[in-house]
């Protein structure tokens, strides 16, 4: 690993976050459930509105598995040895935007 911060920080930053998305998932859970609503006593528009919650707590759980897939993503190529690096054109990734990245697998040129 090129970056000049230790394996251990970035191993930290990562766990740190993964740890933190898996307890808002666990915590939301039951807001992506099937909305059912007793139409007696709620109007329509109290149905699409909890639909529409529901629509967006399952994005947020998407982007949420997302992240996450991309922190173990990181997590691994730290235990290879392959963190810090573009995978496209192989020179280190500065650890500024691994700072505030660190799933980033592209260094600032090749982002672009």
Not at 61 to 66: G, I, K, L, S, Y
């Amino acid at each position: 690993m090129a970056p000049d911060r230790s394996n251990i920080f970035y191993q930290t930053l990562l766990e740190t976050r993964l740890s933190a998305l898996q307890s808002q998932d666990e915590t939301n859970a039951d807001s992506r459930d099937t909305v059912i609503l007793d139409q007696t006593s709620v109007g329509r528009l109290s149905r699409m509105d909890a639909m529409q919650q529901q629509a967006m707590a399952k994005a947020t759980r998407q982007n949420r598995a997302a992240e996450i897939q991309a922190i173990k993503n990181a997590l691994l190529r730290l235990e290879e040895g392959e963190f810090g690096y573009c995978e496209d054109c192989g020179e280190d990734i500065p650890p500024k935007r691994l700072e505030l990245n660190p799933t980033a697998v592209r260094c600032v040129s090749c982002a672009n």
